[in-house]
């Protein structure tokens, strides 16, 4: 059974880091894209992060630029959030997702989502 399993959310100051990561299984991997989505509460699931042909060739939201780096272990299976400098405002629920690559990194994309895993970020 193909599936996306994140790990890494919890509570954090404002300023602070989290690594968010995502587990995968299946062949979804080698044919789709990975990347995250972040969705507050009240507000549509929004892309923040992409990796598409490799690590040079990424989507990022104008919100985290600068500030979340995204990678991939395509052996492993995992993907990585990386999240620096972090606000009140990126409080959310955070989904890891396989999807198709390209564009905007928006939810029409996307075929698989994981469960999400909670970010709070405290000021």
């Known amino acids: 059974q193909v599936q996306l399993t994140e790990s890494g959310g919890g509570s954090v100051q404002a300023g602070g880091s989290l690594r968010l990561s995502c587990a995968g299984s299946?062949?979804?991997?080698?044919?789709?894209?990975i990347g995250w989505f972040r969705q507050v509460p009240g507000e549509e699931r929004e892309g923040i992060a992409a990796?598409?042909?490799?690590?040079?060739?990424?989507y990022y939201a104008e919100s985290v630029k600068g500030r979340f780096t995204i990678s991939e272990d395509k052996v492993k299976k995992m993907s990585y959030l990386q999240m620096t400098g972090l606000k009140p405002e990126d409080t959310g629920m955070y989904y890891c997702?396989?999807?198709?690559?390209?564009?905007?990194?928006?939810?029409?994309?996307?075929?698989?989502w994981g469960q999400g895993t909670q970010v709070t970020v405290s000021s």
């Open positions: 299946g062949r979804m991997w080698s044919t789709h894209c």
């Open positions: 997702a396989a999807g198709i690559c390209g564009g905007s990194w928006s939810r029409g994309q996307v075929n698989l």
């Open positions: 990796i598409y042909s490799g690590p040079e060739d990424t």
